[in-house]
């Protein structure tokens, strides 16, 4: 039986005629290809660190880890020496260090922050928020914003400041400035058996917050007869009919735009804000 074919050998070899060398032919062999990474598509590459450097870079971090720590507890460097109050109003800053009772002395960044703040609500009422920041490298530093009366409430000759919110926050000798005394006027009125005086001096206290700013400036008085009977006595004898405190927005527009167009009225209704009146002059 014969072999196999020069072809089926892959191919056959002739000698080139200049240089005297074989030259297979035939098809092309395939060509060996490099071994590939775990997926196949590059080389596997290993980065390797020598022992001893990465003994010296381990070393090195924990000295400077340590370093940090003791600069920022164990030093005297970064300490709390002084504390800075700003936004008081009516409080001093010597009032809200006092209450504050930040630990001189301490290390900085050992400082409570939250529980400074904490403290600054429950002891100063009149504190709305606070801010309490770390001022490196010795300093804490409180930022205050103080409630502001929107109403008072006279009682025993002295005068109880009362918040947006209804939250009764301070009792003065005098009554501020530009901030109306309320009245809850409701004795014989159903109201006061269905919502009590917390809930009708809460409904005053949302009038005053719903009045535009010219307005509450005149207003002298706010008078709840019942949850949808209250009124406002302003400057000149002029005097508004609000009803409840429900729709205050829509109120405060039409109000002033009642004023605007009726400049010698007295009287006043935006008890239902889409059907207002004015009389008087």
Not at 37 to 64: D, E, I, Q, Y
């Amino acid at each position: 039986m014969a072999g196999p074919s020069t072809a089926q050998r892959g191919g056959s070899k002739s000698r080139n005629p200049r240089s005297g060398k074989a030259v297979r032919s035939g098809p092309p062999r395939p060509a060996k290809r490099k071994p590939r990474g775990p997926r196949g598509r590059f080389p596997l590459l290993r980065l390797k660190v020598p022992r001893r450097r990465l003994l010296l870079w381990t070393a090195a971090a924990v000295l400077l880890g340590g370093a940090a720590g003791w600069a920022l507890y164990g030093s005297s460097w970064l300490r709390a020496r002084h504390v800075d109050v700003s936004g008081v109003r009516v409080l001093t800053p010597e009032e809200v260090r006092e209450a504050a009772e930040v630990p001189l002395g301490e290390p900085l960044a050992s400082v409570d922050t939250d529980a400074i703040a904490e403290r600054l609500r429950e002891r100063l009422p009149r504190i709305d928020t606070v801010a309490v920041e770390r001022s490196w490298p010795h300093g804490i530093a409180l930022e205050v914003v103080e409630r502001q009366p929107r109403a008072i409430v006279e009682k025993g000759g002295k005068f109880i400041e009362i918040d947006g919110d209804g939250v009764r926050f301070a009792t003065v000798d005098r009554a501020p400035k530009g901030v109306p005394r309320l009245t809850v006027e409701a004795a014989d009125s159903p109201s006061l058996r269905r919502f009590g005086p917390p809930r009708l001096e809460r409904e005053g206290v949302r009038v005053a917050e719903s009045l535009p700013a010219d307005v509450r400036a005149d207003t002298r008085a706010i008078r709840v007869r019942s949850y949808d009977s209250i009124t406002l006595e302003l400057t000149g004898g002029r005097t508004v009919v609000w009803g409840s405190g429900e729709r205050g927005d829509a109120k405060a527009r039409t109000l002033t735009a009642l004023m605007k167009a009726a400049r010698g009225a007295r009287h006043f209704d935006v008890s239902a804000p889409s059907a207002p009146a004015a009389s008087g002059s």
